[in-house]
Each structure stands twice: as structure tokens, then as C-alpha cells.
């Protein structure tokens, strides 16, 4: 059996952020009568990306954010800058982080780990609502 639904999530400027509280509260109704599945979150947008990290201190966060910056700095030659400077660049890191996250589901909630978290990566420096697809399969 499978559910799913679309959502949008809070407006984001560049960084890192936790989203895991955010998505829990819309898809608590998908969740509820799954014993044992899976849960597979895609962000619709090729300028961000989706990712499980440490969710406890704040400073994974900007360290992911740094780190990604120095793999691929905005300062490289880049020609597909349509919609600015950030715009290649968010594209390639997306390419290497991911649009998708699967998650096993036990007894109706997310089984994640104790200090994981689900984190929305935003490549681009103006704020953006970003919409997510929620697949749940049992």
C-alpha cells in the first residue's frame, strides 16, 4: 500500500537546516498504520538538495554549509548563470548531495538514528519555498 503528498516547506535562504520537526508534522498521517516500510522524501527543485545529518549541534550545519563551498566554490568560472551568480553552482552541489532521502518507517514513526536529522541543503543565497514529495510504502 502507499500513500503520499506534497508539501511545501518554510522559506530558506543559503545553508544548511534542519527540517526533520517540519516534515514529521506533515506526514504524521501517512505514518500512522505502517508498521514496517519506507520513506522516501524528493525536493522538486535542482538548486537545493536533501540530506541526514547530525542533528544536535548547530555547528554541523555551518560546517556542511563551509565544506560544501570549498568542493565547489562560487568563485569557479561558471557559464550557466542565468538566474545569477549562485546558479550553476547550486545546480552541481544538488548533483552531488541528492534529491531524495529514504527512510525506514517502524511501528509509524521515522526510524532514524538518535543523533540523526533530515536537513534541507539551500545552494541559493535568496530565500525560496522549496516543495517536497512524501512516498510512503508498506
Not at 503528498?5 to 526533520?20: D, M, N
Not at 563551509?66 to 545546480?91: C, Q, R
Request: net charge negative.
Amino acid at each position: 500500500m502507499g500513500w503520499q503528498k506534497t508539501f511545501a516547506l518554510a522559506r530558506r535562504s543559503k545553508g544548511c537546516h534542519l527540517i526533520t520537526d517540519e516534515v514529521q508534522s506533515q506526514i504524521r498521517e501517512g505514518l500512522k498504520d505502517v508498521s514496517a516500510g519506507m520513506l522516501f522524501l524528493t525536493v522538486k527543485h535542482t538548486s537545493c538538495a536533501l540530506t541526514l545529518n547530525e542533528n544536535w549541534d548547530k555547528d554541523v550545519r555551518t560546517d556542511m554549509n563551509m565544506a560544501l563551498d570549498h568542493v565547489v566554490p562560487e568563485s569557479l568560472n561558471w557559464i550557466h548563470t542565468d538566474e545569477g551568480p549562485d546558479d550553476s553552482v547550486s545546480h552541481t552541489k544538488s548533483s552531488l548531495i541528492g534529491a531524495t532521502v529514504s527512510i525506514p518507517i517502524t511501528n509509524g514513526q521515522m526510524n532514524l538514528g538518535t543523533w540523526q536529522g533530515i536537513y534541507l541543503a539551500e545552494f541559493r543565497h535568496m530565500s525560496h519555498v522549496r516543495n517536497v514529495v512524501a512516498t510512503v510504502l508498506s
